[in-house]
Nanobody
Framework: QVQLVESGGALVQPGGSLRLSCVAS????????MGWYRQVPGKQRELVAV??????TTYGDAVKGRFTVSRDGDTMVYLQMNNLRPDDTAVYYC?????????WGRGTQVTVSS
């Protein structure tokens, strides 16, 4: 089993920055992709950024050039968010794929508003 706990969500003004963190515990070996998705009420969960240990990283079109994902082995994954916009408001979920099984955190709220 894998447990994921996110932190760092907050209320921030447009143009501001925020850094999300996710810590993994439990069976933390054998991780493939780690990263972040987000969801707003009434919409599907969407890709923010995912990275693999081999250096392959994918970003959602809406965040390219503004967000940066990084990871520390198989225990931590981060999301640096710059130049935040109101449409970045969402619950952000940490994601891990271990041997073909997806694991999710409970989410952290990010609200971008003046």
């Amino acid at each position: 089993q894998v447990q994921l706990v996110e932190s760092g969500g907050a209320l921030v003004q447009p143009g501001g920055s925020l850094r999300l963190s996710c810590v993994a515990s439990g069976t933390t070996s054998g991780f493939g992709a780690m990263g972040w998705y987000r969801q707003v009420p009434g919409k599907q969960r969407e890709l923010v950024a995912v990275t693999k240990m081999i250096g392959f990283t994918t970003y959602g079109d809406a965040v390219k050039g503004r967000f940066t994902v990084s990871r520390d082995g198989d225990t931590m994954v981060y999301l640096q968010m710059n130049n935040l916009r109101p449409d970045d408001t969402a619950v952000y979920y940490c994601y891990v794929n271990r041997l073909g099984t997806a694991y999710w955190g409970r989410g952290t709220q990010v609200t971008v508003s003046s």
